[in-house]
């Protein structure tokens, strides 16, 4: 067995599901699950539409590198979003099955483990930069590091999970000039970027070109999940530094991660199109409008700069707090703490919790109440 797995610490749900054991929720109160960021907006029938049109891709093997129909519908996409020169659909943009899969991978494929590698992650973090760096041969490294010898990926999260802050200019003004002195590779989560409520949130590529560069040891990651709705399509793309994508597209070969033609029509469909997107955001905005009064009375919290996330202050232990929310309540929250590590003795994750506003406006709605008429009881 690969020794490396021995490394990897227990997914927050796995700790989430060990922290629940044993308890009873109330009977008379319908569950809310408010734990998962899993959208639950109805998918667009213009991407079911495509896809049940297209079903005859089935008798194929698709191309690692992915159709130049939907190559350039990235592309292109990436152009509209960001004003920016439309990247080149054959050497700088690759399709790949989701976010996750290829962040994870892409370690796989940058790391050079006889080097002493690091791997920079934020805290709180998506766990699977974690995992990614542990499995390429790296040690992790939580928050910006005092040394940054040996670092040689930087992952970065931008709408960030779960806070929902967004990078600003000068932010990637310092970590592009980290980048050019210390020759570390940037990856940048950008999986939340068009959940948003004011100002579209500033993407890598964007900033690069803002400040007059290349996109030179830089890949943007991006996904229809939480965009159109289709986290079961598995669908997203990587784009910038060509030279990486070719190395990555060679990985990738070998690692039988092709996306199916189906698929990719069906993505096709989505990146052309925008209306359902702004729809979705309408529906994200009308939640937070709704939800965020209540919650803001007897805790703690703020509306996020993007993403679908509340992150809330509690007044005692997050993992306490969660246990007795689901216990008295019957919502199911995330302990902060379980998706941070502590440094220095501190979990920066520690007395928060994240709450996904992923169901129907007024599951949100009730579960808000449920949450106000807990605080209140503390």
Known sequence: ???????????????????????????????????????????????????????????????????????????????????????????????????????????????????????????????????????????????????????????????????????????????????????????????????YFDVPPLGALEAARKLGRGYERLIAFSSLSKRSNAPGMRSGFVAGDAGLIARFLLYRTYHGSAMSLAVQRASVAAWQDEAHVRENRRLYAEKFRAVLPLIRSPLETSMPEGGFYLWIRTPIDDAEFARRLQAEQNVLVLPGSFLARSVQGANPGARHVRIALVAPLEECLEAAKRIMRFAQSL
């Open 1 to 195: 067995m690969n020794p490396l797995l021995g490394k990897l610490q227990p997914y927050p749900f796995e700790k989430l599901r060990a922290l629940m054991a044993g308890v009873t929720p109330p009977a008379k109160l319908s569950p809310i699950n408010l734990s998962i960021g899993e959208p639950k907006h109805p998918t667009p029938a213009l991407v079911k539409d495509a896809l049940a049109a297209s079903l005859d891709g089935l008798a194929s093997y698709p191309a690692t590198a992915g159709t130049p129909e939907l190559r350039q519908a990235i592309s292109d996409w990436l152009a509209r979003r960001y004003g920016i020169a439309t990247p080149d659909p054959l050497t700088e943009v690759l399709p790949v099955n989701g976010s996750r899969e290829a962040l994870f991978a892409f370690a796989q494929t940058v790391i050079d483990p006889t080097r002493n590698a690091r791997v920079v992650c934020p805290n709180p973090f998506y766990q699977i930069y974690e995992g990614a760096a542990i499995l390429a041969g790296a040690t992790p490294v939580y928050g910006e590091p005092g040394d940054w010898q040996g670092v040689q990926l930087v992952y970065a999260c931008s709408p960030a999970n779960p806070t929902g802050r967004v990078m600003p200019l000068d932010e990637w003004r310092r970590l592009f000039e980290l980048s050019e002195r210390h020759g570390f590779v940037i990856a940048s989560d950008e999986c939340y970027s068009e959940i």
